[in-house]
């Protein structure tokens, strides 16, 4: 047997005020690049694709030298 909550008006007025104002706290960036960041900071990487990511970065070539420094450097 579920047991229901009754809930006078106003108490539902308030829960629902409650809940409509947990929902709204926003956060206003400049610009796409502070949202992205902002996402990548709360978004955590799983572990597999981290240590793929690593592995591949540790396997890349670096990167060639300016044509400009391996003239007059």
Known sequence: ???????????QHE???ETRTEKTTATQFDNAEQL???DAEQTPVP???ARRLN???A???PP???WW???FV
Not at 1 to 11: A, D, F, I
Request: glycine share 4%; proline share 9%.
């Open 1 to 11: 047997m579920k047991q229901e909550t009754k809930l006078s008006t106003g108490q």
């Open 15 to 17: 829960q629902s005020s």
């Open 36 to 38: 992205l960041r902002y």
């Open 47 to 49: 572990p597999e694709i």
């Open 55 to 57: 592995q591949s970065v």
């Open 59 to 61: 396997e890349s070539p």
């Open 64 to 66: 060639r030298r300016p």
């Open 69 to 71: 420094r391996r003239i």
